[in-house]
């Protein structure tokens, strides 16, 4: 009788510690998961409601260049949209480009509104996803407004 009392216990025991190790083992895999997501993040809306409105066409070079409002908005954009893998400041951390040596003349307009609308991907991995449909062209040249106040030369 005594031996079947400690074999229902060593049983209950047994079964506890592979339950803990499955609970484990799924939390793990869960949180590998959340951590492969992380590049996956859905875009914060930006309020471009004080801004001049462009229209339906896609400008080629920044239209709000120097306006002050545009670069409030932009360094807001930015923090909420770029700097998880840009860096705070545009100061890369390695992930991704330092954005602060972007040039400011109508060349690197083009360059900088094809990779934000289009994104980035390199053998069939995505380096940046596409912000068009998500950002509004008005979001997108604030960003460019702002990144051209922290270039550095």
């Known amino acids: 009788m005594r031996n079947q009392k400690v074999d229902k216990h060593n049983d209950k025991e047994t079964l506890t510690r592979k339950l803990r190790a499955a609970a484990l083992a799924v939390g793990l895999a869960l949180g590998a998961g959340l951590a492969h997501a992380h590049g996956d993040v859905t875009p914060q809306a930006v309020d471009v409601s004080t801004l001049p409105k462009l229209g339906e066409d896609w400008r080629e070079v920044n239209p709000y260049r120097d306006n002050t409002e545009a670069i409030r908005i932009g360094d807001s954009a930015y923090n909420q949209n770029c700097a998880r893998c840009h860096g705070l400041g545009a100061v890369s951390g390695g992930i991704a480009p330092d954005l602060r040596k972007l040039?400011?003349?109508?060349?690197?307009?083009?360059?900088?509104?094809?990779?934000?609308?289009?994104?980035?991907?390199?053998?069939?991995?995505?380096?940046?996803p596409p912000f068009e449909g998500m950002l509004s062209q008005e979001a997108m040249w604030a960003i460019k407004a702002w990144l051209e106040t922290v270039r550095e030369k």
Request: hydrophobic fraction near 35%; charge should be negative.
């Open 103 to 128: 040039d400011i003349a109508p060349e690197t307009d083009e360059y900088f509104l094809q990779r934000i609308r289009n994104g980035v991907s390199r053998n069939g991995a995505v380096y940046m």
